[in-house]
């Protein structure tokens, strides 16, 4: 066969595998005890499962929290939707917590875990970075601090909640039974991230989503110490700066200095 005629083959059962108009089952030629339409069912069907099987290991909590039955018919439907736009396999299911949430509008929980579910893998198998080394932080002088931002960790979210699905997960997580879905009274985001080998995330609220999301779009820590001052007086000021600063240092999450201003 010619390359041409292979290249030909290989579209057409490409376009049989995605239920698009195909001649592969006249190139298919027979023999055996199974039939040619059979046989291309079984890799159709084949096709849909591994993909399946993709999902329910990217979303395990969201798999057990809806069931076998009610995760497949969803996960199935949405093979059906989306076809997959990637060459590796791990990055098919981005769409998937969206999708949830067009799927079960009336449920919020279902989308929000889904989310979670995928930005703790997408942080277990990000991108690495140096941290910050003491030193350089050692070494500031005091008009440094006037200019100087941080760049944080590659595998870093925040992720807004709405919905209790931390608790969910927390439940699934330990075998037992989750509790009922409940909208929160108040903003709140999920912050994920990879320290060392694992994903690690907590909930933080209104302070600092703030700050961390003035850093990460380029401030300087001088602009998060000035909108602090809005809410703190000048002691406070300092001392959630520093609070925060110490965590994210100690949480692994800063891998170096930046100067918006230079």
Not at 30 to 45: D, P, Q, S, T, W
Request: hydrophobic share 45%; with cysteine; glycine share 6%.
């Amino acid at each position: 066969m010619s390359a041409a005629g292979l290249r030909a083959v290989q579209a057409a059962f490409h376009d049989h595998l995605l239920d698009l108009p195909s001649d592969i089952a006249r190139q298919v030629v027979e023999g055996g005890r199974i039939g040619v339409a059979h046989r291309l069912h079984i890799y159709h069907n084949a096709y849909r499962m591994r993909l399946l099987e993709c999902l329910q290991d990217s979303f395990g909590k969201t798999w057990t929290y809806l069931g076998d039955s009610a995760f497949e018919s969803a996960a199935l439907a949405f093979i059906a939707a989306t076809t997959s736009s990637y060459r590796n396999l791990r990055w098919y299911g981005d769409a998937f917590p969206r999708w949830l949430a067009e799927r079960f509008p009336g449920d919020g929980d279902i989308a929000e875990l889904a989310e979670i579910d995928w930005q703790l893998r997408r942080a277990f198998d990000g991108l690495n970075a140096a941290l910050l080394p003491p030193d350089d932080l050692a070494g500031l002088a005091a008009e440094d601090w006037e200019t100087v931002g941080f760049r944080f960790v590659p595998t870093l979210c925040l992720l807004p909640l709405r919905y209790n699905s931390v608790a969910i997960w927390h439940a699934l997580d330990a075998e037992q039974a989750p509790p009922s879905a409940a909208r929160l009274g108040e903003p709140t985001w999920l912050l994920i991230w990879r320290k060392g080998w694992q994903p690690h995330f907590r909930t933080i609220h209104r302070v600092e989503h703030l700050a961390l999301s003035q850093l990460l779009e380029g401030a300087p820590f001088a602009d998060v110490c000035t909108a602090l001052s809005q809410q703190f007086s000048d002691a406070e000021v300092a001392a959630v700066a520093s609070e925060k600063l110490g965590t994210w240092l100690q949480d692994e999450m800063i891998v170096g200095l930046a100067y918006p201003n230079a």
